[in-house]
Structures are given as structure tokens and as C-alpha cells.
């Protein structure tokens, strides 16, 4: 059982914190009242509610994605609670069927929906701006610019929620979330919910009563136009030097302000709907303008649109995150400035790519090394720490698109292949977090349409990518407290895939994988192999007794180097030629028996026996305290 | 507000070596002296073995959280061929203290890519000056390998604009409640780490 994890007693106010960006808006969800909170974990948001949790008189939930989410926040702002959810940029993707409708009905109690885009793909398939949802929902735009104004403007949404009842979106980045900057804190203050009014024409979203109320929405942008206008969170800074003056949000105001402390800025805090008069007055302040966005040509657009004349695309990158360095150059160019060369000492020395690698012990090798062995095989892939299969030296993935995802891939390459792909066999691979999350509507799909696919459920039993949160099978709430925990096996049978058909396996036993694998893929039809062991990071995986390489046994064969476990190093290499003339290179290896936790993956393919376990005596301490079988 | 008046550290490594928590202390020694302070970090997709770096600035206001190539004044490595991969930040006269540990990843071991030889060693060709030490068999000296990461917090303590004491009180609070024994060892680890780098400096100067 995994340790609850302790409650915060919340430090008093105007104490001075170093608080991350998600830090800090978790500090100010707790403050703002907020009854309920809650979110899936992604990168960069899952810190979000993580920190929630930790503090008093609030719920807060692990939700199976974040649509639904979005829904558990709605239905608590219907009470008239103030009410939060979080999410990474894809996951609005996936809570947008909520948000199109909800902007109609509006938040009753301050509704507010933290959104964090991955800007420069740290962790994400996709980089994409979330501003746009703004625009799209018709709902208002914050975007802080560090800890203390993501902390502040939190605080602001649930208000301007409240009194314009309209769901607001807090748009972060990367550079907001996991920067730790100083904040001065305040109080919680009471906010106890006005309680549920039955109102069916605001509430029940039929045709006739969505459409009285969709005027409103376009009612609201102008009224926050105003309000947007007149608001403390959107500043002229005048500067010195007029030559050039800047609009910009987020992290870029920080980049524009070290590049150009001089220059004229219109700071957007209030970015959706953005302030005219405001940007009219910028406008007319400085000989150029130049708009500062990290991805999308979004503002620029909308600003040339008002009759403006701005620059910003036309010299800076949409791709990735901005920095002074960027815009420095870009700004000097467009001023007709020359511009220096970077010096010669500036160029990044030539390093190896340095990947994030599977753990040692890290159960998914197991299946992974087992489907590089097999030929003839298209096998789909999804979200998570299993997504390294792609890489080296399994390089056992063949697609990666969105949570949930390879179901439906697979089947619709099974449905879809013609002669060339007639003899290979499809297997879709997922995770236990990502199969709840969104995996089981394509499970259905694929039983309901007959469709011939070799499920591998790498059940983990965590959400490992993101650090480890707990999921409905695991047994655990968000808390860590003990949970109702959900049976795969009975999901995936009630699902429609024959019990015989669903098989359990220990991942760290390769015989078994590689004949249940064959098996499986003979056979007409949908069936499932979950192959169960938990997460290396987690309570619940205890280390076995490491192992060493006898080098005077080695033969330098490198079956176990296929393996792909971090803890085995090659010491030399050296080649032979075999007597059919062949050459073949050899890897002598060792393994490094600190970092070994015993899993034995490697053992197996070692024909020479020249992996054994480690004297006892070797044994680090800490295994042999919790070390319980081999 | 020039970013003159702004100190910048880089801390890097490798995902699970303790990077971030070492930016961390620093970060909570900077902010108790008074600072402004920002300190950012990408770590990328899973938890271990992939490239880390975090970005620690402060001074009277800081802006930009990140560090620009050719800025640094004092760069942390975990790792030798991560503080070269990173060493381009460091300013002209900028200083690398370096554990010179190597952790090879797989993609090396399966004969796709090379180790650099050595990486200190390119640096200083380069220009650079650089301190490299054994932070871990200090560390397993002193009869815990997990000190590692404060032996290289007692390797920067003399290369701060602030005195040691103030990273040494801020190590202190952090094990504080783990009991007066661990507190001591980190005591000793800081000690082992500043005497390391001082002992460097005085039979080759950096």
C-alpha cells in the first residue's frame, strides 16, 4: 500500500514562497473557496492538482480523463460552488465537447479551467495553442507571466467568473508551470455554494433553449471587451525609446522585457477579448509594432484585422519557445540594424543524443524486447512511458498519435489492408492509465466490428510518464487513501472479448510473453494479454537481488545489450570472423550492480550463463531490506 | 534592469541524479539572502535517464527564467558529456565544476553513438575553465553514495555571491527532521565537496 500522502498545513499569509507556476495556482484555487477541483495528470499541468490535493477543506480527484473533469467541475459550479479543473493542452482537446456547450449554459459558481501547453514539446505528440479555445468557446483568456501572476489571476478568474458567468480559461505554459519564482500569499476566504437552481432553459441544453441563449455569448465578448479594456491586468508601459514597441502575453513579455527594457509594451494579463483602446494607444506611441507570441500568428491576426499595422510572424519563429536571444536578432533586422554573427564560442559542442530511457527492471522491456524478436507484425501504440518502444533498441512501435488511439488505428489497419499487409498480424499496444482513460471505446469498437487484434495491456498499475498518480485500478485515490479498484480483466471481458481469450502474464518471464504472444496472434479475432507488474517508481515494486556478469563467461553475443535495460554497459567490443566468412561484432558487457534491481530480463537470452545474481554479501542495503523472493 | 546585475547557474545532468533538488536548495539560499529568483527547468518525457537542466537566476529582478548560451558564471554538471554538452552557456570567464562521473546511456552501449573521450578535457580546450571531481567516491567515502548531491552543493558553496553558510543552513533545514546524524553527514559531505574543489584549484588553477 502506498504512503497517504500528508495534508499541507497551508502556510499563513503574506509569507513569502518559492512556488512553481502550478504551485502557485494551486495556492489560489484553495484561497478562492474552491469546493471541487479536478484533472487527469498531464505534463505540464498534473502538478496542478497534485498540490491541490494537499490542502484542507477542498475535494479533489484523480478524474479518468479530462472531459470528464471538466463535467465533475461543471456540475459542482451548477451548485453554485466555485469549481476547477486542469489540464495539458491535448487533454482540452478532449474535455472540448464539455467546453462547447458549457460556455452556453455558463458557470454558476466561478468556474475556472487551468489549460498548459507544452510550448517546445518537452513531453507532448503535438505542440498547439490553447488561446484559440478562447476564441472558439467564446469565453475570456488569462495568461500570467510568472508564479506571483499566475497565483493572482487565478484568484481574479474565479471572481470575473462569477460576476460575467462565464467559465474562464487560464492559459500556462511550460515556462509558467515549472518555473519557481517568489510569491506572497494570502488566505482562504468562505465561499459556501448559493445551491442548485432548477432552471431547464439554462441548464438542460436542448436545440430551443441553446438557442435563446447564444446571442448571450456574443453579448459576453463585448462586454469583456470593456472590461478587458479597463483592466489592471493589461498595461501601456511607456518606455524611452518609441522606435519599436511590443504587444505580449505570458512568457514572452518576460523575453521582451530582457531583450527591450526601454521599449513601449502593451503587457496582455486580460488577453481574450484584448483591450482596443489599449493597443490603439500602444499603436500610436511607438514608429513600429511588433506582436510577441509563442506559437500561433493569433493576436497578430486580430490586431491587423482592427485596421493596426503590426509585425510579429513576418520576423519571428512559430515554432517552439521564444527567448531574448531569438528576439533580439529578429527585432534588429526588422529595425534595419546590423547584426552580429554569433560568436564562435556560442556553438553547442557535439554531444551524443541522450534519450530518456525504459528503468532498469522497467516491466515493459519484457514485452517490448519480446516483439522485436517477431517478424511480420504492424503493432500500434499510445500515450505513456510505453512509447519509448519506438526507440532504440526495440524499436518495436509503429504508431503513436493521441490517448486512446491504437485501438482504433489497429482496427481500421486490419479492416483497411489490402494483399501487401495480408499475412501480418496487428497488435495495439496501451497502458492501464490510457485504457481507462480512453481505450475502452476502442476496445468496444474493435469487439462490436470483429476486428482481428492482439491487445497488449501493459497494466503498471500507475500513471508512470507522469510521475507515478494513481488510477482506478490501482487501488488508490489522489490522496493515496485506499480506493475501490477496478478488475482490467472484467472490463476487458465485459467489453466483449471471450474470456478465453484474455490472458495474464508476468512481463519479466520471457518464455511466457514470447509463446503467449504467438500464440495470440494466430488466432481469428480480438484477444488481450495484460501483462501485469508494477512501475519500478512505485511503493508497490520491491527490488530483487541484483545481478553481475561473470566476464570470463561472456561472450560478447549482446543479447542482452537488446534487452534495452540502462544498467548493462558494454566494457569492449572486438570482431570475429566466423567460418562462413561472416564478420560478426561482439559486445563484452558488465552490469552495473547498483543500478540492477534484479528483474532477471537480461539473464534470459544469456546463453552462456554468464549472468548470476551478486554475493549477498554485495547486496546494496536497501534491497536487502524489502528483497522477498529470489 | 541589466542582466549584468543577475547571477546565472546551470545545473545539469541526467533524470534521477538529483539536479533538480539541487537547484532547488540553491534557489532557497538565494531567496533567503534577499534575492529575486526564478528557477526553470525541461525535463523531458519519463523519469529517468534523459537529458535534464535547470536554469537558476537571481539577482534584484529577475525576468526571463531561462539562461542564454554565453551567460552562465557557474555551471553545476552531474555528468562529464552533460556539462560539455552544456558548456556553450558558460560566460568567457565562467567556471564548470564538474562531476566526473560517466553514465552511458543505451543508445551508446548498442554502438550508435560515441562517448566523448574526454569531456572535461574538450572543455578546457575550448577555453573553459573547469574543475572536475569524484563527487560519488567521496560521497561513498564518507559511507552513503546518496550524499553525492550535497558533496557538489559543497563544491559551488565558494563560487556563490553569498557566504557558504547560507547553502550550508539551507542543506541543514531540508534533512533537519530525518535527525541530528543525517544533518551531520550532509555536514561533513558539504565540507568533503568545498575541500575537493579548493584542492583542485590549488594544484592545477582552473
Known amino acids: 500500500m502506498a504512503a497517504v500522502m500528508p495534508q499541507l498545513a497551508p502556510p499563513v499569509a503574506a509569507s513569502r514562497l518559492l512556488l512553481s507556476g502550478n504551485e502557485a495556482v494551486a495556492r489560489a484555487v484553495w484561497e478562492s473557496g474552491v469546493r471541487v477541483a479536478a484533472a487527469y495528470p498531464g505534463t505540464p499541468a498534473t502538478e496542478i492538482i497534485e498540490s491541490v490535493a494537499r490542502y484542507p477543506d477542498l475535494y479533489a480527484e484523480w478524474s479518468v480523463n479530462e472531459k470528464v473533469s471538466m463535467e465533475v467541475a461543471l456540475g459542482a459550479s451548477m451548485t453554485g460552488a466555485r469549481a476547477f479543473c486542469a489540464m495539458k493542452h491535448v487533454g482540452l482537446n478532449v474535455a472540448s465537447d464539455c467546453l462547447m456547450t458549457m460556455t452556453i449554459t455558463g458557470a454558476y459558481g466561478g468556474l475556472v479551467i487551468a489549460v498548459a501547453d507544452d510550448v517546445g514539446m518537452s513531453s507532448s505528440q503535438n505542440e498547439q495553442d490553447s488561446r484559440f479555445w478562447g476564441r472558439f468557446a467564446h469565453i475570456p483568456v488569462l495568461e500570467p507571466a510568472d508564479s506571483q501572476e499566475a497565483y493572482e489571476m487565478t484568484k481574479f478568474a474565479f471572481s470575473l467568473s462569477e460576476q460575467h458567468e462565464t467559465p474562464v480559461l487560464l492559459r500556462l505554459t511550460t515556462r509558467i508551470c515549472h518555473v519557481k519564482g517568489l510569491v506572497v500569499v494570502g488566505e482562504r476566504e468562505a465561499h459556501e ?22 446571442p448571450g455569448l456574443f453579448q459576453r465578448d463585448e462586454t469583456l471587451r470593456a472590461v478587458s479594456d479597463a483592466s489592471p491586468l493589461n498595461v501601456v508601459e511607456a518606455g524611452t525609446d518609441r522606435s519599436v514597441g511590443f504587444v505580449a502575453s505570458g512568457p514572452a513579455y518576460m523575453h521582451v522585457k530582457e531583450a527591450f527594457p526601454d521599449a513601449p509594451v502593451l503587457k496582455l494579463g486580460f488577453s481574450h477579448p484584448w483591450p482596443p483602446e489599449k493597443m490603439r494607444a500602444l499603436a500610436a506611441m511607438c514608429d513600429k509594432l511588433v506582436v510577441v507570441e509563442e506559437t500561433e500568428k493569433l493576436l497578430e491576426t486580430e490586431i491587423k484585422a482592427a485596421g493596426i499595422a503590426c509585425h510579429g510572424k513576418d520576423v519571428l519563429p512559430s515554432i517552439g519557445e521564444l527567448s531574448p536571444q531569438v528576439l533580439t536578432p529578429a527585432v534588429d533586422r526588422l529595425l534595419g540594424k546590423p547584426v552580429p554573427p554569433p560568436a564562435p564560442a556560442a556553438a553547442p559542442p557535439k554531444v551524443f543524443p541522450r534519450p530518456p530511457t525504459l528503468c532498469a527492471s522497467c516491466p515493459h522491456m519484457g514485452m517490448y524486447y519480446t516483439l522485436s524478436q517477431i517478424k511480420n507484425i504492424i503493432v500500434t501504440g499510445d500515450i505513456g512511458c510505453y512509447t519509448l518502444g519506438a526507440g532504440h533498441p526495440w524499436n518495436a512501435l509503429d504508431t503513436t498519435i493521441c490517448m486512446g488511439a491504437t485501438m482504433g488505428v489497429a482496427l481500421g489497419s486490419d479492416k483497411g489492408r489490402g494483399s501487401v499487409d495480408k499475412n501480418k498480424r496487428i497488435l495495439a499496444v496501451i497502458g492501464d492509465s490510457t485504457f481507462m482513460h480512453m481505450g475502452m471505446q476502442g476496445l468496444l469498437d474493435i469487439t462490436y466490428n470483429h476486428g482481428n487484434i492482439t491487445i497488449l495491456l501493459l497494466d503498471n498499475n500507475t500513471t508512470g510518464m507522469t510521475g507515478g498518480q494513481a488510477t482506478p485500478a490501482s487501488g488508490r485515490d489522489i490522496h493515496g487513501r485506499e480506493a475501490p479498484k477496478v478488475d482490467l480483466f472484467k472490463i476487458v471481458e465485459a467489453l466483449g472479448v471471450p474470456n478465453e481469450r484474455i490472458k495474464v502474464v508476468d512481463p519479466y518471464e520471457l518464455p511466457v510473453l514470447f509463446k503467449t504472444v504467438r500464440e495470440e496472434i494466430k488466432i481469428e479475432g480480438p484477444s488481450v494479454i495484460i501483462a501485469r507488474r508494477p512501475c519500478v517508481l512505485i511503493d508497490e515494486f520491491k527490488p530483487f537481488r541484483p545481478y ?25 567490443r572486438d570482431k570475429v570472423i566466423k567460418p562462413s566468412g561472416k564478420e560478426v561484432e561482439l559486445a563484452f558487457v558488465t552490469i552495473d550492480s547498483q543500478a540492477c534491481t534484479g528483474c532477471g530480463l537480461c539473464v534470459q537470452p544469456c546463453a552462456p550463463d554468464a549472468i548470476q545474481h551478486v554475493p549477498r554479501r554485495d547486496i546494496p542495503i536497501h534491497i536487502v531490506k524489502t528483497t522477498s523472493s529470489s | 534592469m541589466s542582466t549584468d546585475q543577475i547571477t546565472n547557474i546551470l545545473v545539469c545532468g541526467i533524470g534521477g541524479q538529483g539536479v533538480m533538488t539541487a537547484a532547488e536548495i540553491l534557489a532557497e539560499a538565494a531567496m533567503t539572502e534577499g534575492h529575486d529568483v526564478k528557477k526553470t527547468e525541461v525535463a523531458g518525457m519519463a523519469q529517468r535517464g534523459g537529458v535534464v537542466t535547470s536554469h537558476l537566476r537571481f539577482g534584484r529582478k529577475v525576468l526571463s527564467p531561462q539562461i542564454e548560451p554565453g551567460t552562465v558564471q557557474v ?29 552511458v546511456p543505451p543508445v551508446v552501449e548498442l554502438g550508435l553513438f560515441d562517448y566523448p573521450e574526454d569531456p572535461t578535457g574538450q572543455m578546457r580546450a575550448a577555453g573553459h575553465r573547469v574543475v572536475s571531481f569524484d563527487a560519488m567516491t567521496i560521497a561513498r567515502d564518507l559511507g552513503e553514495i546518496r550524499l553525492g548531491n550535497t558533496v557538489m552543493l559543497g563544491a559551488i558553496a565558494d563560487y556563490l555571491p553569498f557566504s557558504p553558510e547560507v547553502l550550508l543552513a539551507c542543506i541543514d533545514k531540508r534533512f533537519a527532521r530525518k535527525g541530528e546524524k543525517v544533518v551531520e553527514a550532509n555536514r561533513q559531505a558539504f565540507a568533503a565537496g568545498r575541500a575537493a574543489v579548493a584542492r583542485q584549484l590549488a594544484t592545477s588553477p582552473a
Not at chain 1, 448559493?194 to 441563449?213: D, I
Not at chain 1, 556478469?549 to 534487452?563: A, L
Not at chain 2, 558558460?90 to 564548470?96: S, T
Open chain 1, 193 to 214: 455554494p448559493a445551491g442548485f437552481v432548477k432552471n431547464p432553459q439554462r441548464w438542460v441544453m436542448v436545440p430551443a433553449h441553446a438557442k435563446a441563449r447564444i
Open chain 1, 548 to 572: 553481475l556478469v561473470e566476464e570470463d563467461k561472456c561472450t560478447g553475443c549482446g543479447n542482452c545489450v537488446e534487452v534495452g535495460c540502462p544498467a548493462i554497459h558494454v566494457t569492449h
Open chain 2, 75 to 103: 555551471l553545476l554538471g552531474f555528468e562529464g558529456a552533460e556539462a560539455l554538452r552544456w558548456s556553450h552557456y558558460l560566460k568567457p570567464d565562467g567556471l564548470a565544476l564538474v562531476n566526473n562521473a560517466r553514465l
